[in-house]
């Protein structure tokens, strides 16, 4: 069974910055690209970025270009978000996906991180 789990959530200041990190087990990250959304109460979520398991090519939505940056460490099964320069609209459950691309059909969510920018 694919399982993926985020973790390096929290509260930060406007203007701060926080480091998500997804945890892959039970399966080779590396044949898979990797997504992160986000999603906040009534609203539909986001995709936010993408890593490609080749190459990797990388894929940023307007939302959180230029203040994000994804990465991966295939050697770690690990991929990471940093995010930068936080503002309140980033508050939300940020969640990792493994894909077959991006975008491409979704083999596994993990259960969300909350990330809270207020001052």
């Known amino acids: 069974q694919v399982q993926l789990k985020e973790s390096g959530g929290g509260l930060v200041q406007p203007g701060g910055s926080l480091r998500l990190s997804c945890a892959a087990s039970?399966?080779?990250?590396?044949?898979?690209?990797i997504g992160w959304f986000r999603q906040t109460p009534g609203k539909d979520r986001e995709g936010i970025s993408c890593i490609t398991g080749t190459r990797p090519d990388i894929f940023y939505s307007d939302s959180v270009k230029g203040r994000f940056t994804i990465s991966r460490d295939n050697s770690k099964n690990m991929v990471y978000l940093q995010m930068n320069n936080l503002e309140a609209e980033d508050t939300a459950v940020y969640y990792c996906?493994?894909?077959?691309?991006?975008?491409?059909?979704?083999?596994?969510w993990g259960q969300g991180t909350q990330v809270t920018v207020s001052s």
């Open positions: 039970r399966f080779a990250l590396d044949y898979y690209a």
């Open positions: 996906v493994a894909k077959a691309a991006c975008p491409g059909p979704e083999a596994a």
